[in-house]
């Protein structure tokens, strides 16, 4: 079956011509007709998509209610998975508004938490939604789109690389499993105690030991999140592969939503994926695109 995503913005994205949603839209619409992806889209979205001409006669994109009438709370639910398998969502693309009080409402967190929990994407910038449609044309064998080369230029990118505790061992062993795609980066950087222990895990590799594979800034809970957030906002970071463990209470969840703001304050330059499976998959397709 094709595809089927949940797709919301907040109005910061839809409320002038050149806002992100229609960015968006006008970047990828061929790649969204070839993959013949479904949308379920929240109703200030769909009418603002429709307003403006856009999407014209695909049927994929189908209208739900608004926000306050229960639209995003039924797309949390979709993602988990309801009867039937046309409402069981593969994912999330929700562009947020990092200063809009909707984008902490608790159908947004939940929003994020089950595409993690359940290994589906939560893309909630521009540049994450480009670079996933593109990840899944060449998984469908379709030919590389010369307009997203920008989003693999690794040799000129930073990458980000952070774990909660109880996924460290799952960041270690996709950094191992990826070493070769990933050592590519110009950059790569991470905080305290995950960045060391990608460290040792390069050197065993045979990664000069005199030069760190991963530049180290603080632990999370002394800073390193919001030191990371600092390159993400100078666009010194492009990619951020975070490894969140959504079942327990984060101590310092201020800082941790400091990082995430970042990211979709710069929707169009910075990607983020937040759960191993995504991360793999765009791992596999990294490597296919450049062998292509």
């Known amino acids: 079956m094709p595809i089927c995503l949940g797709l919301a913005a907040n109005k910061l994205h839809h409320q002038t011509e050149d806002a992100a949603l229609f960015s968006l839209l006008r970047a990828c619409e061929a790649g969204i007709?070839?993959?013949?992806?479904?949308?379920?889209?929240?109703?200030?979205?769909?009418?603002?998509?429709?307003?403006?001409?856009?999407?014209q006669g695909y049927r994929g994109l189908v209208r739900y209610p608004y926000g306050r009438e229960g639209g995003l709370m039924r797309l949390v639910a979709e993602v988990v998975g309801m009867e039937g398998d046309e409402r069981t969502l593969d994912g999330a693309i929700y562009l947020m508004d990092p200063v809009d009080p909707?984008?902490?409402?608790?159908?947004?967190?939940?929003?994020?938490?089950?595409?993690?929990?359940?290994?589906?994407?939560?893309?909630?910038?521009v540049a994450s939604t480009?670079?996933?449609?593109?990840?899944?044309?060449?998984?469908?064998?379709?030919?590389?789109?010369?307009?997203?080369?920008?989003?693999?230029?690794?040799?000129?990118?930073?990458?980000?690389?952070?774990?909660?505790?109880?996924?460290?061992?799952?960041?270690?062993?996709?950094?191992?499993?990826?070493?070769?795609?990933l050592s590519r980066y110009r950059r790569r950087v991470g905080t305290g105690t995950t960045g060391q222990k990608l460290n040792e895990m390069a050197w065993s590799k045979g990664w000069p030991a005199d030069k760190p594979w991963v530049d180290r800034y603080n632990s999370g809970?002394?800073?390193?999140?919001?030191?990371?957030?600092?390159?993400?906002?100078?666009?010194?970071?492009?990619?951020?592969?975070?490894?969140?463990?959504?079942?327990?209470?984060?101590?310092?969840?201020?800082?941790?939503?400091?990082?995430?703001?970042?990211?979709?304050?710069?929707?169009?330059?910075?990607v983020c994926s937040t759960s191993p499976q995504v991360a793999q998959r765009w791992c596999d397709a990294a490597v296919k695109r450049g062998a292509a």
């Open 130 to 181: 480009r670079d996933w449609i593109e990840m899944e044309r060449i998984h469908a064998g379709l030919a590389r789109d010369r307009n997203a080369d920008r989003f693999h230029d690794y040799e000129n990118q930073t990458l980000a690389l952070i774990a909660h505790d109880a996924m460290k061992p799952t960041m270690l062993e996709f950094a191992e499993r990826n070493f070769d795609l």
């Open 102 to 125: 909707s984008s902490i409402f608790p159908e947004a967190l939940a929003m994020k938490r089950q595409c993690v929990i359940h290994g589906k994407p939560f893309l909630s910038t």
């Open 221 to 270: 809970p002394l800073g390193g999140d919001a030191q990371i957030a600092d390159l993400v906002l100078d666009k010194r970071c492009q990619r951020a592969i975070f490894f969140e463990d959504p079942h327990v209470a984060r101590q310092h969840e201020a800082d941790i939503q400091l990082l995430e703001r970042a990211v979709t304050t710069v929707t169009h330059d910075a």
């Open 33 to 55: 007709r070839e993959l013949k992806l479904g949308f379920h889209a929240v109703g200030r979205t769909y009418d603002a998509i429709a307003a403006a001409g856009m999407m």
